[in-house]
C-alpha cells in the first residue's frame, strides 16, 4: 500500500505540540512517520502540501446515525462517530461496515438500544424506531440485555433515566446494569433528565453522562463527585439551537464548574436531535469555550486522538489555526480518513 505524505505548514499535534513545517506520513490506516522542521522539498516522492493548519479529525461522541447524514458527517471533518442508541439489527450492521476500505462515512462505534423501564423513554419517542429502547424491568433482564448487546459488539451501554419522559430503572436495575456492563469492560453512559437524576446514576457508578445536565442546576457537591467519577458528553447547542435559552444557561454552569473541578469532557453533539448540522459543529466548540475551556482543551475533547506515531490517519487541514479563531473550522480545506483523502479544496 502506497503511503500518503502531508506537507503543513503548521499543524497542532496535540495539547501544548504546535509545530511548523511538519511531514506526516500515513499508512495502512494509521501514522507511521511525523517529523518537524522538514519543507516538503527535502520529502522524496509525491507529497500533498497543505497550507493552512493541519489537526487531527473529529470524534463526535454522541450521534443518532440514522437520522443524519454520513457522507456530510465525513467532509466536515468527523472521522469518528459514538451512536447512543438505535435498532441493533440496523446499527451493527453499519458499524462493521463502516470498517471496511471505501466506506463513505465515519468510523462507527455503537451502543445499540437504549436500556429503559417499561413504557420508558424513548420507547414512545416520535424519532426513536422500534428497538430504539429496550426494557428491562429487574436485574435479571438486564444482565441478559447487557450480555446480547456486548455480544453484538455495543461500544457502550446506554441508559434511560429520564424521568420526564416517562419511568426509569429502578435503583437495582440500573446496579445490575454496571455490574454486567463493566464484566464486559464497557462504559455506562446515561441520559439523565430530571430532579435527582445525576445523583442517581452517581450512586450507581454510571461512568460517562451522554449530555451535560440541564433540567436542573447542580450542587457544588454534586459536580465534585460527578468530576471525580465521570465523564461528560456536551451536547449544548441542543437546548437552544443557536439562541441564548434558560435550559442552555443551566447546562453552560454545570459544565463550567464541572471542569473547573477537573472533570473529563468530550465532545459530541446529538446529531440527529433538531437541525444541529453534519459534522465539526463550530458553535458546540464555542460553548465549550463559553464554559471556561481553554482553546486547546476544546481541541483535545474534539478530537480522537493526537498526531503521533500509531494513531489513526484521521486529519483535518483548516485555512488558518483555530488557536487564535475556532471559526476556522467552517473553512475545512482537507479530510483524510485512514489515510485516504476525502475531501481536498
Not at 416520535?126 to 426494557?135: D, F, I, Q
Not at 444541529?276 to 486522538?305: F, K, S, W, Y
Amino acid at each position: 500500500m502506497a503511503p500518503l505524505a502531508i506537507a503543513a505548514s503548521m499543524a497542532w499535534l496535540g495539547p501544548g505540540r504546535v509545530a511548523s513545517e511538519v511531514i506526516v506520513v500515513c499508512r495502512g490506516g494509521v501514522i507511521e512517520r511525523v517529523e518537524a522542521g522538514q519543507r516538503a522539498s527535502e520529502v522524496e516522492g509525491d507529497v500533498l502540501r497543505v497550507d493552512g493548519c493541519l489537526l487531527p479529525a473529529g470524534a463526535d461522541r454522541h450521534v443518532h446515525v440514522g437520522l443524519g447524514d454520513p457522507v456530510a458527517m465525513l467532509r466536515r471533518g468527523i472521522a469518528a462517530v459514538r451512536d447512543l442508541a438505535w435498532p441493533p439489527d440496523r446499527i451493527f450492521p453499519l458499524a462493521d461496515a463502516s470498517e471496511a476500505p471505501g466506506f463513505d462515512g465515519p468510523l462507527i462505534r455503537a451502543a445499540g438500544s437504549m436500556l429503559t423501564a417499561p413504557g420508558g423513554y424513548p420507547t414512545h419517542a416520535s424519532w426513536a424506531p422500534a428497538g430504539t429502547g429496550l426494557e428491562v424491568a429487574v436485574p435479571e433482564q438486564a444482565l441478559e440485555a447487557v450480555d446480547g448487546l456486548a455480544a453484538r459488539g455495543a461500544a457502550a451501554i446506554k441508559v434511560s433515566l429520564n424521568a420526564e419522559a416517562g419511568p426509569t430503572p429502578s435503583d437495582g436495575v440500573l446496579a445490575a446494569i454496571c455490574d454486567a456492563a463493566h464484566s464486559h469492560e464497557l462504559p455506562v453512559t446515561v441520559h439523565a433528565q430530571g430532579p435527582g437524576e445525576v445523583l442517581r446514576a452517581l450512586g450507581a457508578g454510571v461512568d460517562e453522562l451522554a449530555h451535560t445536565p440541564w433540567t436542573e442546576r447542580l450542587s457544588d457537591e454534586a459536580i465534585e463527585a460527578a468530576a471525580g467519577r465521570m465523564r461528560w458528553v456536551s451536547t449544548l447547542d441542543i437546548h437552544g439551537f443557536g439562541s441564548n435559552s434558560p435550559a442552555l444557561r443551566v447546562a453552560v454552569d454545570n459544565l463550567a464548574r464541572f471542569h473547573r473541578a477537573g472533570g473529563d469532557v468530550r465532545y459530541g453533539t446529538d446529531l440527529g436531535n433538531g437541525p444541529i448540522p453534519p459534522g465539526i459543529h463550530t458553535r458546540e466548540l464555542r460553548l465549550l469555550r463559553e464554559a471556561g475551556m481553554a482553546t486547546e482543551e476544546v481541541l483535545q475533547a474534539l478530537v480522537r486522538a493526537p498526531i503521533e506515531v500509531g494513531a489513526p490517519a484521521d486529519l483535518v487541514a483548516l485555512g488558518d489555526s483555530p488557536l487564535g479563531d475556532l471559526g476556522t473550522f467552517d473553512d475545512i480545506r482537507l479530510v483524510v480518513r485512514s489515510g485516504d483523502v476525502i475531501v481536498r479544496r
